[in-house]
């Protein structure tokens, strides 16, 4: 099922009345991108994106089929989408020169091609997780859950961690003022298992892959892997349904295989996440988007993820008072690619 059919809609992406509100005189194109969903806006008004729009990837041949099919919507056209001439792309990939391939997609494009076809005057390309971590300052109580204990502490270090198509990771470091985002392809670090459980689900993923990353494991399609490892472990034979499958099944406690790929899946998360906030020094909280998590509601408040965060020996304690947040602000890596163009305006 397509989802670019999502009616467009504005989004007012800080509280109050920031920068005035004072409209543009040309709209800022704005896209996040990620192995599976392409969103777009457009920028009109500082803290106001309109014409958002949801595509899949995968019903596009390239980047530039999908900015021309945004571009002609009706939305887009009444916003004034024809008339961007300075743009900003977050997406899930490495951003290092004009040339971007993604790891989780098919896509690839030259920055100077993509500027050259839409007449762009600027085009920012930035990893869709350093965007994503620039929207956290802005975020108000009501774009986050948190979940456990502890207490942030004003201007340290934020943690970013992630889970949809891939394991997207980031940091926020406070410089002065300002904050500066870490680029970081953390979710490719090798993963470690705790259990004996993960110990298999590892060892069976090592015949399939050879290298095993947090990415193989807690993502999407990390989800179908650990089903079926948890499946022959339990008995029985595992059934041909996809990772969204799982999740619902899950949720709904339809199939306690799904229960426990679930749990199994929000453990995983835990250590990843402790091992990120460990290693930043995330004082200032741990913050955990992407597209899975927010679904699982309560079942993810009441999983394991909690106590394998804080699970760390000597350093148990140091964990427990760093909070962790699930981000629930609609489009975020949006609001984060709006404040990065501000900054360069």
């Given at each position: 099922?397509?989802?670019?059919?999502?009616?467009?809609?504005s989004l007012a992406i800080f509280d109050g009345d920031e920068g005035g509100g004072a409209r543009y005189e040309r709209p800022w194109?704005?896209?996040?991108?990620?192995?599976?969903?392409?969103?777009?806006?457009?920028?009109?008004?500082?803290?106001?994106?309109?014409?958002?729009?949801?595509?899949?990837?995968?019903?596009?041949?390239?980047?530039?089929?999908?900015?021309?099919?945004?571009?002609?919507?009706?939305?887009?056209?009444?916003?004034?989408?024809?008339?961007?001439?300075?743009?900003?792309?977050?997406?899930?990939?490495?951003?290092?020169?004009?040339?971007?391939?993604?790891?989780?997609?098919?896509?690839?494009?030259?920055?100077?091609?993509?500027?050259?076809?839409?007449?762009?005057?600027?085009?920012?390309?930035?990893?869709?997780?350093?965007?994503?971590?620039?929207?956290?300052?802005?975020?108000?109580?009501?774009?986050?859950?948190?979940?456990?204990?502890?207490?942030?502490?004003?201007?340290?270090?934020?943690?970013?961690?992630?889970?949809?198509?891939?394991?997207?990771?980031?940091?926020?470091?406070?410089?002065?003022?300002?904050?500066?985002?870490?680029?970081?392809?953390?979710?490719?670090?090798?993963?470690?298992?705790?259990?004996?459980?993960?110990?298999?689900?590892?060892?069976?993923?090592?015949?399939?892959?050879?290298?095993?990353?947090?990415?193989?494991?807690?993502?999407?399609?990390?989800?179908?892997?650990?089903?079926?490892?948890?499946?022959?472990?339990?008995?029985?034979?595992?059934?041909?349904?996809?990772?969204?499958?799982?999740?619902?099944?899950?949720?709904?406690?339809?199939?306690?295989?799904?229960?426990?790929?679930?749990?199994?899946?929000?453990?995983?998360?835990?250590?990843?996440?402790?091992?990120?906030?460990?290693?930043?020094?995330?004082?200032?909280?741990?913050?955990?988007?992407?597209?899975?998590?927010?679904?699982?509601?309560?079942?993810?408040?009441?999983?394991?993820?909690?106590?394998?965060?804080?699970?760390?020996?000597?350093?148990?304690?140091?964990?427990?008072?760093?909070?962790?947040?699930?981000?629930?602000?609609?489009?975020?890596?949006?609001?984060?690619?709006?404040?990065?163009?501000?900054?360069?305006?």
């Amino acid at each position: 099922m397509k989802i670019e059919n999502i009616p467009q809609h504005s989004l007012a992406i800080f509280d109050g009345d920031e920068g005035g509100g004072a409209r543009y005189e040309r709209p800022w194109l704005l896209a996040d991108i990620g192995g599976s969903n392409a969103r777009f806006g457009l920028q009109t008004a500082a803290g106001r994106i309109d014409a958002i729009w949801v595509a899949e990837c995968a019903a596009y041949p390239t980047l530039g089929a999908a900015i021309v099919q945004y571009l002609s919507q009706p939305a887009t056209v009444a916003a004034g989408g024809y008339q961007a001439r300075e743009a900003g792309i977050a997406i899930a990939n490495p951003i290092d020169g004009d040339a971007v391939r993604m790891t989780n997609h098919h896509w690839s494009f030259s920055v100077e091609a993509i500027c050259s076809q839409f007449s762009l005057n600027s085009l920012h390309v930035v990893n869709d997780f350093a965007a994503l971590a620039r929207s956290v300052p802005f975020l108000s109580a009501q774009h986050r859950v948190q979940v456990g204990g502890g207490e942030a502490r004003e201007r340290g270090v934020i943690g970013l961690i992630g889970a949809g198509t891939g394991l997207g990771v980031s940091g926020l470091v406070p410089v002065g003022k300002e904050w500066v985002a870490l680029d970081s392809e953390g979710g490719h670090s090798t993963f470690a298992a705790v259990s004996e459980r993960e110990i298999e689900i590892v060892r069976h993923a090592q015949q399939r892959y050879g290298h095993v990353s947090a990415e193989r494991l807690v993502s999407g399609p990390g989800i179908r892997l650990i089903y079926e490892v948890l499946a022959e472990r339990a008995g029985a034979v595992p059934q041909g349904i996809d990772s969204p499958q799982i999740l619902e099944r899950g949720l709904r406690g339809e199939c306690m295989v799904c229960v426990e790929t679930l749990e199994t899946f929000c453990e995983m998360l835990g250590t990843i996440a402790g091992n990120v906030a460990i290693t930043l020094g995330a004082r200032g909280g741990m913050y955990i988007g992407g597209g899975i998590v927010p679904r699982l509601g309560d079942f993810f408040q009441r999983s394991g993820f909690r106590a394998r965060f804080e699970h760390k020996g000597r350093f148990s304690g140091y964990l427990s008072h760093i909070p962790t947040y699930v981000i629930t602000a609609d489009y975020p890596a949006l609001m984060g690619m709006s404040v990065i163009l501000a900054e360069l305006a």
